[in-house]
């Protein structure tokens, strides 16, 4: 049932996703709805989905190194796809007119009390600390075996690791709405490296470790004992996942040591900005249906 639950939620990502899509390109949005972001967006939202239905939604619970393969799935490769691809307002082109509205204008604007509180507890000396907590307690032998043995537990699991880092990534790679950027930075800097320094202590820990922490039921058959399974595992955190920080830190510099290109677009109504807000008939979410 707790999985079915997790199917539901991710079929609504998609189908909103696919809506929002047809609509914005019906209306000439080519650059929001451009096929590489398409792509992007269509990869991310697989890799999601992969944990969710046989046969991966039993072996990503019973062997340690694919539950990391989940976790880098969960943490890094979804979020940082889901960004790059502009997902926010092609997910709001997707719900009901009166809905679209009321989170673009009332839920989302800048004078909107929703907008302050969400500001407010997403500010990087929140969100940094606390992805880095979050990701730490969920590798606690105790806390891991239980999301493994409860589906219920499992769910909290993916919720709290994917919310914080949708967060995360999302200050990070400073993509619409930038409520937290302000000009040029090298905030986003620190805030990888801090995340790479803990990825590798934990990663290259549970690699070189002597002993099992966790317990685990390995599938039938499955070539790896416990010991290495846990080393592997710890070793798919530490190079893969230092890859994809690398990645993301190179890409990083060079938007630092470039001009800066301000972002013209459909966020703009939500943009702090000196200059009167544009007109209302210039907002993509007041067209007509």
């Known amino acids: 049932m707790v999985n079915l639950l997790a199917i539901v939620l991710w079929g609504i990502a998609v189908l909103l996703y696919v809506r929002g899509w047809m609509r914005l390109r019906s209306r000439g949005a080519r650059r929001l709805t451009a096929w590489w972001r398409t792509g992007m967006a269509g990869l991310a939202l697989g890799l999601a989905g992969l944990p969710l239905f046989p046969p991966g939604a039993d072996l990503f619970q019973r062997s340690f190194v694919l539950h990391m393969v989940e976790h880098e799935i969960l943490i890094e490769l979804t979020p940082i796809l889901l960004w790059l691809s502009r997902p926010l307002p092609i997910w709001l082109w997707g719900l009901p007119r009166a809905w679209r509205h ?122 790896l004992t416990p010991l290495a399974d846990q080393a592997l595992g710890g070793a798919v955190m530490w190079i893969p996942g230092e890859l994809i920080y690398t990645t993301v830190l190179m890409g990083l510099l060079m938007r630092l040591l470039d001009e800066p290109r301000p972002y013209r677009g459909t966020f703009d109504l939500y943009e702090a900005s000196p200059a009167p807000s544009p007109p209302v008939s210039r907002s993509p979410y007041t067209f007509p249906n």
């Open 102 to 223: 009321a989170w673009a204008l009332g839920a989302l604007g800048p004078s909107s009390p929703w907008r302050h509180r969400l500001q407010t507890v997403t500010r990087p000396r929140v969100t940094v600390p606390l992805y880095l907590l979050v990701i730490t307690l969920w590798h606690v032998p105790a806390l891991h075996d239980r999301a493994a043995q409860n589906p219920l537990v499992h769910l909290l699991e993916w919720a709290t690791l994917g919310g914080i880092a949708f967060v995360f990534w999302w200050m990070v790679l400073a993509v619409p709405p930038k409520w937290h950027v302000r000009g040029r930075s090298s905030l986003p800097l620190v805030y990888i490296v801090a995340a790479y320094a803990h990825n590798e202590i934990l990663g290259l820990g549970l690699t070189l470790l002597r002993r099992p922490l966790y317990r685990l039921s390995l599938p039938a058959g499955w070539p």
